[in-house]
């Protein structure tokens, strides 16, 4: 998968959090969408409240099997690591 971390929907509730993947991110969705019903699933999921900022924010691609790329500001690419450690929801 490729994407534009740039145009993900996320606001950071505690500041210097760091980026959506790479801290504790209750509530949110990713859903793998075949490209011909994005705009019908991008509509339904918009009806609802919480789906207001729902978008595309990457696609899978051949080039990467089994990774995610994020694209960066110069147009290359470098891979998303998993989170090292467990990550816990944070008690508030």
């Known amino acids: 998968m490729e994407s534009e971390p740039g145009i993900w929907p996320a606001r950071y509730a ?3 959090s760091g980026p959506p993947v ?7 969705l990713v859903a793998f969408v ?6 019908a699933v991008l509509d339904a999921m918009r009806v609802h409240p919480l789906g207001t900022e729902a978008r595309v924010i990457g696609e899978v691609v051949a080039d990467h099997p089994g990774m ?9 690419t ?5 989170p090292i450690g467990e990550q816990l929801p944070r008690i508030c």
């Open 22 to 28: 790479r801290v504790a991110n209750e509530g949110k």
């Open 78 to 82: 470098r891979v998303i690591d998993l």
């Open 14 to 16: 505690v500041p210097g």
């Open 34 to 39: 075949p490209r011909e019903h994005v705009d």
């Open 68 to 76: 995610v790329v994020a694209r960066t500001g110069l147009g290359g």
